[in-house]
């Protein structure tokens, strides 16, 4: 782990703190040997080997050369697939591979690109690896960008390899394709390098309008975009952790996901430590997890702790010299942990409105779940209060049984569970579901509807 400060040459420079990471999350409280056996199975040198290949093509930018086998947009795209292909053999077949394309009009902020290329439409695409779930279609996403930029939007000849922007999103995206191609997950996997996002996301807009329309149930997308810089332009070295950008209000979907990304993977890659920071994005910059997040779905952005701007969106500014690939591969490992964990673990609960047991104080908490009996194992209640916005403890419930309950919404099959000492009033309560192997959902809360009067 690296942390310093170089000092900068100013005037009464205060240093406010040596680094951004302090919180102490709450953990699984065990970890799964299968899940620290994939962890283990991310490879430093193939990660090493594609990101020296998808570099080489020089430019990625969505409207540079599609014709050539060695530079250009359309050699990495073939590269990608290829690649994909070979892990989907190597794998017997599992992952199905393909080139997501769609024509898109070039209006709105792309009319200069009309002007300057003559056509009213471009043919855009998006490189797709999906490993089908065993039990259901619930899915779950992790994506990079492919496409690259200069500094100017529209400079699809000059070199810029981007290979923090966004090479690292995309090739820790293959990684995890090929690490996890090789186990059965209960739900289905996406793998996704995005076209076009520096265009303002026309690739995941494309995909997350895709979901929409043919009803996929996402439960969650997280998006890669710089996972390679350890320098910043402030000055600051440091590897020690990486931010996750997470949309709320509190109890947001996205939220859920973000406390779940460090509920699960830092016990597995002890050397990373979450930061996260409960905004959709950056000031005035976007990612492709916007695109999923702006229509419903879960999604969060894993970006570096410092960035640093002299080495983005230039010419030939973005290169493997000046990012950290060993960085870049614990971030890797770290999602590997995260996604199998999600494909892995019962579908959430549905939680209903918890109340107070006026006959002895307690809280009684409600949930419905729909998974067979038999794969869950148990369910845990988190507990945090409502000035906190991270989960503070959790409690085994154990096997609950299921009952008919009578509400006034009429009778239903739900779960129940009565807790003691914490009062419906101060705190706010989320339930999870387990399998055998310790499996753990994601954490669902009631969200009250808002009331101002
Ligand atoms: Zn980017």
Known sequence: ???????????????????????????????????????????????????????????????SDTVSDTRGTGAARRWMYNTLKDFSRESGGRLRVYMDTFDQPLTGRLARAKEKFGVEKWRMVNVVAVLPGKTDDLRFIVNGHYDTRTDSGLDEVNTNPGANDDATGVIASMELARVLSNYEFEHTLMFVAFDSEENGLLGANHMAETAVNEKWEIGGVLGDDMIGNIAGGNGITDDSGVRVFSQGPEDSKSRHLARYISYTGEPYVPSLEIKHIFRLDRFGRGGDHSAFVRRGFAGVRFTELNEHFGHQHGLNNDTIEFMSREYMFRVTKMQAAVMSSLGMAPKPVEMQRPFRDRSDYSTVIRWKHDTLE?????????????????????????????KMIRTRRGENEMYEFKLYYRSVDDYIFGVAAYDNDGNVSLISTYDPPVRNR
Request: include cysteine; glycine fraction near 4%.
């Open 374 to 402: 038999n794969d869950i194992s148990g369910f845990k209640i988190f507990i945090r209060e409502t000035d906190n916005g991270y989960w503070q403890e959790s409690v085994d419930a154990g096997k609950v049984e299921k």
């Open 1 to 63: 782990m690296k942390k310093k400060i170089t000092a900068l040459c100013l005037f009464f420079v205060i240093i406010l703190s040596e680094s951004m990471l302090n919180a102490q999350y709450l953990h699984i409280e065990k970890k799964n040997p299968l899940i620290e056996e994939i962890v283990n199975r991310v490879s430093y040198e193939k990660m090493v080997e594609m990101h020296d290949m998808i570099c080489s093509f020089e430019t990625r930018h969505t409207f």
